[in-house]
């Protein structure tokens, strides 16, 4: 039979009629049955009423007058949150009139050799001046381990002597053979501490070996080779691979006839990078102590420069108090010194015409002592 006929309920009802038929039994019509019909969803329509509500309370909590989109200001967002390891890598700002190459210099050691916390220091400025040299650049980085302190100075020291001609002095750096004839004497001294049974006094003695520190004095830096901007050719990049690939397996001997303390006073600016691992750089606090040094003397030159304000003050004040002095003295003599008009020339002459002069008064006094001899007897005188 087929299944077509089987599904519709028509059919259904004819087939089971026909054999009901052939039995002798009757089946009562039923009313075919109307197809079930799903009620509409009315969802759809009752999400229109909030939605129209939503948009009266918008339009009506709005403004009548809009402000244009042209003057409208975006919030600005919040500044993402930088990543600890992105931190680790960044590069300080570069101090005032620093020289060409320690931008460079600062990009290598954190890009290419991997140190972290990277800091400098400007000590160009202090008096006395630091025993690595006057007018000194510090840079002070984190290795992530012994092996990495060592390969990091081996191959910064490399790219100095290759980049800008240079010839640093790392002190603390262990060559590849030194090194190795270093693990050899530390493993046989070990061996018969075992074998005596005294391995204590071998674990806290210093072998040499892991310092935890180098200290590399690249010198001055006005030597140095600043190399051209030109782009390299695929024969010289091949060549500059080979020389890298000799650099690599090269290694790094310090200058033999060179030196690292007091006496090198030069005008020339220095760079010394300073390497730790964290343990060490924590132990060694480099960074406290040229803070304190610097703030002391900043102290010191605020210090110096209010006195030097207030001399200067002082020497103001009285610079004032003695031009004023002098125009005073000034404005007096000129009164004294101004000419006088005719009339009070003629005063002193006309006071002075009814005085006799000197001369004329002994002239008049002897005219009255003749005058007086004359007058006298001359008989009294022989009488007497």
Same mark, same amino acid.
């Given at each position: 039979?087929?299944? $077509?006929?089987?599904?519709?309920?028509?059919?259904?009802?004819?087939?089971?009629?026909?054999?009901?038929? %052939?039995?002798?039994?009757?089946?009562?019509?039923?009313?075919?049955?109307?197809?079930?019909?799903?009620?509409?969803?009315?969802?759809?329509?009752?999400? %229109?009423?909030?939605?129209?509500?939503?948009?009266?309370?918008?339009?009506?909590?709005?403004?009548? +007058? $809009?402000? &244009?989109?042209? %003057?409208?200001?975006? +919030?600005?967002?919040?500044?993402?949150?930088?990543?600890?390891?992105?931190?680790?890598?960044?590069? &300080?700002?570069? &101090? %005032?009139?620093?020289?060409?190459?320690?931008?460079?210099?600062?990009?290598?050691?954190?890009?290419?050799?991997?140190?972290?916390?990277?800091?400098?220091?400007?000590?160009?400025?202090?008096?006395?001046?630091?025993?690595?040299?006057a007018n000194l650049l510090m840079i002070i980085g984190t290795a992530r381990s012994v092996k990495h302190l060592n390969v990091s100075a081996d191959r910064f020291c490399r790219w100095v002597r290759k980049e800008y001609k240079l010839r640093p002095y790392a002190d603390g750096l262990l060559g590849r053979n030194e090194l190795k004839l270093k693990l050899r004497r530390k493993a046989r001294k070990m061996k018969l501490a075992q074998s005596v049974g005294n391995t204590v006094a071998m674990q806290g003695a210093d072998d040499g070996i892991t310092t935890g520190w180098v200290c590399v004095n690249m010198g001055p830096i006005d030597d140095a080779v600043l190399p051209e901007e030109v782009e390299i050719s695929a024969a010289a990049a091949e060549e500059a691979s080979e020389d890298v690939a000799e650099d690599e397996d090269e290694e790094y001997e310090n200058p033999a006839n060179d030196y690292v303390g007091f006496g090198s006073r030069t005008n020339s600016p220095r760079i010394v990078v300073q390497m730790f691992t964290e343990e060490k750089r924590v132990e060694m606090d480099l960074e406290g102590l040229w803070d304190v040094r610097n703030t002391r003397r900043a102290r010191r030159d605020q210090r110096a420069n209010a006195e030097a304000e207030s001399v200067i003050g002082r020497l103001r004040a009285q610079?004032?108090?003695?031009?004023?002095?002098?125009?005073?003295?000034?404005?007096?003599?000129?009164? *004294?010194?101004?000419?006088?008009?005719?009339? *009070?020339?003629?005063?002193?002459?006309?006071?002075?015409?009814?005085v006799p002069t000197k001369m004329e008064a002994e002239v008049d006094e002897a005219k009255e002592r003749e005058d007086m001899d004359e007058s006298r007897p001359l008989g009294g005188m022989g009488a007497s």
């Open positions: 039979m087929n299944r $077509s006929l089987v599904r519709c309920t028509g059919c259904r009802y004819s087939v089971l009629e026909a054999f009901t038929s %052939l039995a002798a039994i009757s089946i009562p019509k039923q009313a075919p049955r109307q197809p079930i019909r799903r009620p509409q969803q009315s969802r759809a329509f009752s999400r %229109l009423t909030p939605l129209r509500q939503s948009l009266e309370q918008l339009s009506s909590s709005q403004p009548p +007058e $809009s402000v &244009p989109w042209y %003057l409208q200001v975006e +919030e600005p967002a919040p500044p993402a949150p930088v990543s600890p390891i992105l931190a680790l890598q960044e590069i &300080p700002p570069l &101090p %005032l009139d620093s020289p060409i190459i320690l931008q460079p210099v600062l990009e290598h050691l954190s890009i290419q050799i991997g140190l972290d916390n990277l800091v400098l220091l400007d000590l160009r400025n202090m008096d006395p001046p630091p025993a690595l040299g610079d004032a108090t003695q031009d004023s002095r002098d125009q005073g003295e000034a404005t007096g003599s000129d009164h *004294q010194d101004k000419p006088k008009g005719p009339a *009070q020339e003629q005063e002193p002459k006309d006071s002075d015409e009814g």
